[in-house]
């Protein structure tokens, strides 16, 4: 199976900052018929479901603010939050969606100082 | 408006059977893989399995292959996962979460609300 990995495991930023949570696949996500990296990012708040923020590791999903980036290839992607907003307060995943399982990174808890 | 909705919270005893549902509305059912995540308690997201309801096609994680039994009946648009015996540790809230694309798998773009499932004696 492939294993995802996230770090920081936590971090702790002010208002107005740029927070950058990695994510580390354990083998390669780009699939060479598309040349499409299969890695989602979601955003889950306290008692909501998580909810999508990029599938193809940038691809944005309609109304996710432009604050939010997603960048990377191959084993290492990036989720990028700039301009950080108290709403932005969350645990942060990656999931490889390349070969089933398709599992999670064990997640990011993004906290405003 | 395209949505998922769960049943309702359950509390059960060790031992028990338990089927829980996800209607999805607002879309082509058969066109789409649905799949289910648990969340334990304070702990991070699992990726359970997933089906796509058109032909039934049906992958498991390891972690849960024969633990649990995911089915759909795409004639009323509702995907299922059930335990034949409940253990304490299945205590969790379950997602049941749609994939992004007609017929692709990849990552989940509509969830439902979260099913809450306490097993405890």
């Known amino acids: 199976d492939i294993v995802v990995t996230q770090s920081p495991d936590s971090l702790a930023m002010s208002l107005g900052e740029t927070a950058t949570i990695n994510c580390k696949s354990s083998?390669?996500?780009?699939?060479?018929?598309?040349?499409?990296?299969?890695l989602g990012w979601y955003q889950q708040k306290p008692g909501q479901p998580p909810k999508l923020l990029f599938h193809?590791?940038?691809t944005r999903e309609s109304g996710v603010p432009d604050r939010f980036s997603g960048s990377g290839s191959g084993t290492d992607f990036t989720l990028t939050i700039s301009s950080l907003q108290a709403e932005d307060v969350a645990v942060y995943y990656c999931?490889?969606?390349?070969?089933?399982?398709?599992?999670f990174g064990q997640g990011t808890r993004l906290e405003i100082k | 408006e395209v949505q998922l909705v769960q049943s309702g919270a359950e509390v059960k005893k060790p031992g028990e059977s338990l089927k829980m549902s996800c209607k999805g509305s607002?879309?082509?059912?058969?066109?789409?893989?649905i799949g289910w995540v648990r969340q334990m308690p304070g702990k991070g997201l699992e990726w359970m399995g997933i089906?796509?309801?058109?032909?039934?096609?049906?992958r498991y994680s390891p972690s849960f292959q024969g633990r649990v039994t995911i089915s759909a009946d795409k004639s009323i648009s509702t995907a299922y996962l059930q335990w034949s015996s409940l253990q304490a540790s299945d205590t969790a809230i379950y997602y049941c979460?749609?994939?992004?694309?007609?017929?692709?798998?990849?990552?989940?773009?509509?969830w439902g609300q979260g099913t809450m499932i306490t097993v405890s004696s």
């Open positions: 999931q490889q969606c390349y070969i089933t399982p398709f599992s």
């Open positions: 083998q390669s996500l780009l699939h060479s018929a598309n040349n499409k990296n299969y």
């Open positions: 193809w590791a940038s």
């Open positions: 607002g879309y082509r059912f058969s066109d789409y893989w």
């Open positions: 089906m796509y309801p058109g032909d039934s096609d049906t």
């Open positions: 979460a749609r994939s992004s694309g007609s017929g692709r798998l990849d990552a989940f773009d509509i």
